[in-house]
Every structure is written in C-alpha cells, then in structure tokens.
C-alpha cells in the first residue's frame, strides 16, 4: 500500500471549515508537511508541524497530529473559493542522511458558492 | 523573484524519441530533485542531487537520466520515452538537505508521449 494516504476528493461549500486527513507509516519522521497545488503550478509549502507536537495554528489553518495513529490533518477555516486546489501530505523519514518528503496522492478540494 | 523553472511548460514526443526536460534555480540551493508526478498519484521522487553527488532512487528507470553541470541548472533525459512515461515532470529545490528541508517546486512540465 501506499506510504501516505488521502482521500482524493473533499467537497465544500464557501464559508465551511474543510478538513483533510491523511495517514502516514513512518513514525520517525521529523516533520510532516501539507502542500498545496493549484490547477497549472507547482506543489507550494502550505505549513508543516514539528512530531513533538499535537497541534499547529497559522491564520485559517489548523494541522492536528495524532502519533499514536499517525494521523496527520488539516483543518481550513472559513474556506474561500481560492482554497480550491490539491492538498498533499507529506512524511520525511530519515533515509541516508536526507529527509526527502514521501507525498500522499493529494486530496482535491473543491469549494462550491 | 527567486524561483525555480521549468522549460518547456509542454512537451509532445513521439514513442522512442529522447527528449530532455530542463530546471533552473535562483535560489542557490544545494539540493535539486526530479519528480514524476501520474495523474492522481503522488509525486514520486527519481533522483536528485546533492551539490554534484548524483542520488538515483532504487525504482527509476534506466530509461531516466538526469545531469546538473552548475549549481543552477538541472536536467531530466528520458532516452527511449514510452507510453508509460506520459506524466507531469515536477523539478524541486531545497536549501540543504536537513531535517526540516522545504521544497520549493517549479512549476512543471507536462510530457506526453504519443
């Protein structure tokens, strides 16, 4: 199975709180991350959350991290059609000396009006 | 701005016919990777380069080759392209390698194989 998984589709309505989850494998991962792709463009780092910690708040953005379950989401408060992108989860397990992120396969957010 | 770039934006070759996709960086970083990215599948990683120490991943293809003759350039070579390797080509930079590494992506090039 895959090392990191999504659910490929989450769809919302303006104004809602979008909450995308993910489940990851690699429990000595340092950091997990969460990027967002929008149509035509490159993956762009959302935010991230250190392993020794539950929870991250940056603005609208809420990432919870549950260890025990490797359990990692992201919640968007008062979602906006410009949320509308792909959402991708990352793990970084050391391997080698490097930390090179493992993605999941992108949830896609689509926030109706 | 700094940045990372890809050319070209698409890219159309014919079954067996070698392309070569390139990726520029501004950003001075010492890490670059070459991802391949299927529709509604995961990025996944092929190679990259640590300064000018080449990292192949155990699964990419012999097919797929990659160069970085400076610190700003990078290329992708698929030698004998196939039907297969029709797929979103994402080119990525980071500072160095450590344990909170952000990956700065460009924006991509899209190859099909016909």
């Known amino acids: 199975g895959e090392d990191v998984e999504q659910s490929l589709f989450l769809s919302v309505r303006e104004g809602d709180s979008s909450v995308i989850n993910c489940t990851y494998t690699?429990?000595?991962?340092?950091?997990l991350y969460w990027y967002k792709q929008e149509p035509g463009a490159g993956l762009q780092l959302l935010t991230y959350i250190f392993s020794n910690m539950d929870m991250k708040q940056d603005q609208r953005l809420t990432v919870l991290l549950n260890k025990k379950d490797k359990h990692l989401s992201l919640r968007i408060a008062d979602t906006q059609t410009g949320d509308s992108a792909i959402y991708f989860c990352?793990?970084?397990?050391?391997?080698?000396?490097?930390?090179?992120?493992?993605f999941g396969r992108g949830t896609s957010l689509i926030v109706h009006p | 701005d700094a940045m990372v770039i890809q050319n070209p934006r698409y890219q159309v070759t014919q079954f067996g016919k070698p392309v070569t996709l390139s990726c520029s960086q501004t950003l001075n970083h010492n890490v670059m990777y070459w991802y391949q990215q299927k529709s509604s599948q995961a990025p996944k990683l092929l190679f990259h380069?640590?300064?000018?120490?080449?990292?192949n991943e155990a699964d990419t293809p012999d097919n797929f080759q990659s160069r970085r003759p400076n610190t700003s350039f990078c290329f992708l070579d698929i030698r004998s392209p196939g039907l297969g390797d029709t797929a979103m080509y994402l080119c990525?930079?980071?500072?160095?390698?450590?344990?909170?590494?952000?990956?700065?992506f460009g924006s991509g090039t899209q190859l099909s194989v016909l």
């Open positions: 990525a930079t980071s500072r160095d390698g450590g344990t909170n590494e952000k990956l700065f």
């Open positions: 690699d429990s000595s991962s340092t950091y």
């Open positions: 990352a793990e970084s397990p050391p391997s080698g000396g490097s930390y090179i992120p493992t």
């Open positions: 380069y640590y300064d000018k120490d080449f990292n």
